[in-house]
């Protein structure tokens, strides 16, 4: 059972379209991250939010932690085909903070 | 700085053979994980260690080991391996996760193992 759900699980769209990613869960999180990863790659650190309901800003990237701290969603405005990879959201649970239990996964791709 | 290392990049063993994949980081960092990757799972937690000389389990542990005898140094032994250990393996560091904000997880490059 995965503790954190990511949809879409596939996404293909034209550049300079609107895009949001969801990530749930039941549980609780101390903290949420969000990783992208390219092909060949590790997955590298984009944002983490910590506060429930904070919203963070990376360029046309926008990132929301849920108020109750068990979800978080990415918007991407305007994509470009520099954004496709791989994106992750990673939890820190409240019970255990030594580890993060990564999401399923959205894997992007965005087309000139 | 070379970040996080692992070797070899690419394997390929047969039913039953063992191997050792090594994971190395010069960050002077405390926590260290494997992990596994694979389709449509995300990245799957095997083992982890919190510091030198300490592992633990993590989601999926069955068939592998691992030992930690160098603070720089993070192994992962898979003893029997089976086909089903098919698959991308990620190690990744990182300080302490002490619950106030998501200590960053540094991954390297990854190991494509394939069991026929």
């Known amino acids: 059972t995965q503790l954190l759900e990511q949809s879409p699980q596939f996404l293909s769209i034209q550049e300079g379209e609107n895009l949001t990613v969801y990530c749930n869960s039941s549980s609780v999180f101390s903290s949420l991250q969000w990783y992208r990863q390219e092909p060949g790659e590790g997955p590298v650190l984009l944002v983490t939010v910590v506060t429930g309901g904070e919203v963070k800003k990376l360029k046309r990237l926008t990132f929301q932690f849920g108020d109750a701290r068990k979800d978080s969603s990415l918007h991407i405005t305007a994509a470009q085909p520099g954004d496709t990879g791989l994106y992750l959201c990673a939890g820190e649970r409240v019970e255990n903070t030594d580890k993060l239990i990564f999401g399923t996964g959205t894997r992007l791709q965005v087309f000139p | 700085n070379a970040g996080v290392t692992q070797t070899p990049k690419f394997r390929v063993l047969k039913t039953g053979q063992s191997m050792t994949l090594l994971c190395a980081q010069d960050m002077n960092h405390e926590y260290m994980y494997w992990y596994r990757q694979d389709p449509g799972m995300g990245l799957r937690l095997i083992h982890y260690s919190v510091g030198e000389g300490t592992t633990a389990k993590g989601e999926v542990p069955d068939g592998y080991n691992v030992s930690r005898l160098k603070k720089q140094n993070f192994l992962l032994g898979l003893e029997s391996a089976a086909p089903s250990q098919t698959s991308v393996y990620f190690c990744?560091?990182?300080?302490?996760?002490?619950?106030?904000?998501?200590?960053?997880?540094?991954f390297g490059p990854g190991t494509r193992l394939t069991v026929l």
């Open positions: 990744a560091s990182s300080y302490s996760l002490d619950g106030t904000g998501g200590a960053e997880q540094f």
